[in-house]
């Protein structure tokens, strides 16, 4: 039998400090989320981060905490919940970090007979930090727990027709409403070193505006290129219009030289140069979450706001609309029918 595991990033279980820490050593001791030596990484984490961070993050969480509890968690379900209404196989849903376990999730198919499962990674682009980790530690669990489940991961889905053309509609559907002078896509910051790293070449990418308008294998796990061209493929999809639009990167963390521009800078900087309605769409999350709702909706428009902005528009995430429902079904029907994954 057949069946679809959806997997996003995570959520601490509360607004706890206690929970919120927990949930941070998992996420920040992953080591394809900060790729140093572990006994480098467990210092900076354990001994530096959990002992500074968790309030001021709960905090954040607390801010934009649901009654039913972490918006991302929810979100997911109605999607997981839609998603399962239209489809005939079992449909699970789980998270990279804290809970429903990616485990938990793998065995809840097995309970139901799933000998064959499509692996979903919720991240439109690849990256070290959401599809790699998510791919690999499903790997580890097939070999050590589920040695007879058959797992398929469904690619990064940045430049796929379905997702291009839902992504455009949802921000059409927000440029109408709202008529904003610029459109900036923010998308969650990496390290330049993941870009490297990820560069199956070695040798293609050096983060200079050439090589990721430049073609080359490399662009399958290249997260800056996918971002780009996310952005590209919309601008086409809209006819927008050069000068009204353009990418940005948000969330980075220490000293290392991150993608840019970053988004913050730039948005203060749109405010000071005359730019007073501004939308913001933030394509890397299908899950509206931390980073959207806080980091964007609140200290992004507020500091939009102080610097000369007059409006600020984010832009919801694709969440469960129906458009993204479908769009996923149609993969899932696809690959249960042919076997494989059609671009």
């Not at 790729?35 to 934009?64: E, H, W």
């Not at 058959?150 to 997702?163: R, V």
Request: hydrophobic residues 35%; charged residues 25%; contains cysteine.
């Amino acid at each position: 039998m057949k069946g679809i595991l959806l997997v996003n990033l995570g959520s601490p279980d509360s607004t706890d400090p206690k929970d919120v820490k927990r949930y941070l050593d998992q996420f920040l001791m992953d080591k394809r989320v900060i790729d140093i030596p572990y006994l480098i990484r467990a210092f900076v984490v354990k001994g530096i981060i959990l002992n500074t961070r968790p309030k001021k993050s709960a905090a954040a969480y607390q801010k934009i905490w649901w009654e039913e509890g972490s918006p991302l968690i929810v979100l997911s379900e109605r999607l997981q919940k839609k998603v399962q209404e239209q489809l005939d196989m079992p449909v699970e849903l789980a998270m990279r970090y804290g809970k429903p376990s990616l485990k938990s999730g793998l065995e809840a198919l097995k309970k139901q007979g799933v000998t064959e499962t499509l692996l979903i990674p919720l991240y439109p682009q690849f990256a070290m930090a959401t599809t790699e980790t998510i791919v690999a530690l499903a790997e580890e669990l097939q070999h050590k727990h589920f040695p007879n489940m058959q797992i398929t991961n469904l690619p990064a889905f940045y430049n796929k027709k379905e997702y291009i053309e839902v992504l455009a509609r949802s921000i059409q559907e927000s440029l109408e409403k709202e008529k904003p002078d610029y459109l900036l896509f923010s998308y969650h910051g990496v390290p330049e070193r993941h870009i490297r790293k990820s560069d199956v070449t070695k040798s293609h990418c050096k983060i200079d505006g050439k090589c990721c308008i430049t073609n080359s294998p490399a662009h399958a796990y290249c997260y800056r290129h996918q971002c780009l061209e996310t952005t590209r493929l919309v601008a086409k999809k809209l006819a927008l219009k050069e000068g009204t639009y353009s990418s940005s990167f948000q969330s980075r963390l220490g000293r290392d030289p991150w993608l840019q521009p970053y988004t913050d800078q730039t948005i203060n900087n749109f405010a000071e140069n005359g730019i007073k309605n501004l939308a913001v769409v933030t394509p890397a999350f299908v899950s509206d979450c931390l980073e959207t709702l806080e980091e964007i909706g609140m200290e992004a428009k507020e500091e939009f706001l102080e610097h000369g902005g007059e409006k600020f528009t984010t832009i919801a995430c694709l969440n469960d609309r129906e458009d993204w429902v479908h769009a996923l079904v149609k993969w899932m029907k696809d690959w249960a029918k042919k076997g494989v994954l059609t671009a």
